[in-house]
């Protein structure tokens, strides 16, 4: 168990850190500065680490169930200073699972990377590993069209206004909405629909490193 908290620690951090860093970075290119006014904009993890969120609840699930949800402390995004608030929130909110999208791949490369020049060290192959799966979860998890969550925010984006201003009211029950999607997960009724989007993820990150795959096979 200390072993897999210790493999999973890096790519954990990482991936819910810079997930909250490209909001704010997305934010201030449509127009709002408000993370970096607040010294929010930044993609070191120290900036966005939630003691409770980001460490203490992880562990807590893990220990008790086995799987690992957290959160870091969001980034502050006043969708009012955008440009184009309804049409731009989409783009910022998406800017997030695109973060675990990138780093998904980019494990994906240090894992054939070390697989093709013949490191053995089982560490750094299990981290890589766990670099892969952790940014696929949340890339998926956070596209599940439901507000708070990112890809909530993206479809209150694309709906019709009258559609989108009673849609988006749901936001106000983050924390249940939250709650109620972990514990669909534990139950295991969420399992098929998330799984098969962590599927989906992984094999795309394997589609998009393919060539180098074949290059040093």
């Known amino acids: 168990m200390m072993q897999n908290i210790a493999v999973y620690a890096i ?11 490209a909001h704010g970075y997305a934010a201030r290119y449509f127009g709002d ?10 993609v070191n ?14 562990l807590l699930l893990y220990l008790s169930t086995h799987m690992a949800f957290g959160y870091a402390k969001p980034v ?34 240090m ?10 060290e089982e560490f750094l192959l299990k981290v890589a590993d766990a670099g892969i799966k952790t940014n696929a979860v949340m890339c998926a998890f956070n596209l599940i069209p439901v507000p708070p969550l990112d890809g909530g925010r993206i479809l209150t984006s694309l709906l019709p206004l009258d559609l989108a201003r009673p849609f988006a009211r749901i936001e106000r029950y983050g924390p249940f909405v939250f709650l109620g999607l972990i ?13 098969t989007l962590v599927a989906i993820t992984v094999w795309l990150f394997t589609v998009i490193v393919y060539p180098l795959t074949l290059l040093l096979t």
């Not at 502050?76 to 997030?96: C, E, H, I, T």
């Open 11 to 21: 790519p954990v951090l990482f991936a819910i850190s810079l997930h909250e860093a």
């Open 33 to 42: 500065p408000t993370a970096e006014q607040q010294g929010r904009l930044s």
């Open 45 to 58: 993890p120290i900036h966005h680490i939630d003691l409770f969120g980001t460490v203490i609840l992880p």
């Open 76 to 109: 502050p995004v006043d969708y009012s200073r955008l440009r184009n608030p309804k049409k731009q929130m989409g783009f910022v909110a998406a800017a997030g699972p695109a973060a675990n999208f990138a780093m998904g791949v980019g494990w994906m490369v």
């Open 111 to 120: 894992l054939v990377l070390l697989i093709a020049f013949g490191v053995q």
């Open 183 to 195: 514990l669909l997960s534990y139950t295991g009724l969420l399992t098929p629909f998330l799984g």
